[in-house]
């Protein structure tokens, strides 16, 4: 159905307002909803998990480690896997390879390497993130959720001058997974914002046939890109096209 005049300018007028809201929007990255077992037992107001953290922690390294692979292949003992998982992370004994190890191993359940991954993000080594990771992030065979919560905890770590990590995130944002490709826009801003820019121009003439969370972060970042031009530069015909497609 064709949109009338008044319409028409009420939607440039809202476009130009909209725009204006979301360059102030907050940059930091976009934290996606944790998988069904946090490592955070004070989230988790009960004894159990505090008892099982403590027995973990008293254990050999061996003995925690095939524990902790048995227990991750019964993914509905939900609250043991808390203490577990939080104790993977205290544990002083436990290297990057360790995690590493756990992380790129297809056999261990995908709790047990999103655990890893959190781990992993908050003990990143100084050499930066390791080649696992970012062959994680690539591999669109990988669940997805993983591939998110790796991009997501990671994105202050990514080398925009190591070609690796560039191309990754490149991979990973022409996902069909939302989220993946969500993620992978808002790091490559942060770290190469002409490519995560000239991306949001491809969906922004493409509408038609992109996601709305493709589409989502693309108007964030042509937001924050634009608002350094004065208004009168921006198209605001184009602009109307991706607020309609946005909110129809």
């Not at 790091?187 to 969370?213: F, G, K, M």
């Amino acid at each position: 159905m064709r949109i009338s005049v008044l319409v028409k300018k009420f939607l440039y007028s809202f476009s130009c307002f909209f725009l204006l809201i979301v360059c102030f929007a907050c940059f930091s990255p976009t934290v996606v909803s944790a998988a069904s077992g946090s490592v955070n037992p004070a989230e988790v107001h009960d004894q159990d998990v505090d008892e099982i953290y403590d027995a973990f922690m008293n254990q050999s390294k061996e003995e925690f480690l095939d524990n902790l692979l048995n227990l991750s292949k019964n993914s509905s003992d939900y609250e043991s896997m808390l203490g577990v998982g939080y104790a993977l992370l205290k544990r002083t004994d436990f290297t990057h390879e360790d995690y590493l190890a756990l992380i790129s191993d297809p056999n261990n359940s995908v709790h047990l390497r999103y655990v890893a991954i959190e781990c992993y993000a908050k003990k990143i080594p100084d050499s930066g993130v390791d080649n696992v990771i970012i062959d994680l992030i690539s591999d669109s065979s990988v669940d997805p959720s993983l591939r998110v919560i790796a991009i997501a905890l990671l994105h202050n770590n990514f080398d925009v001058q190591n070609e690796a990590h560039v191309s990754a995130l490149l991979c990973a944002s022409d996902s069909e997974h939302d989220e993946v490709a969500y993620n992978a826009i808002k790091a490559l801003e942060r770290i190469y914002p002409e490519c995560a820019i000239a991306i949001a121009q491809d969906i922004y003439n493409n509408l038609e046939n992109e996601s709305s969370a493709r589409i989502d972060i693309a108007s964030k970042v042509l937001a924050r890109h634009y608002s350094a031009y004065p208004l009168n530069r921006i198209n605001l015909d184009k602009l109307g096209r991706l607020i309609k497609k946005l909110y129809h």
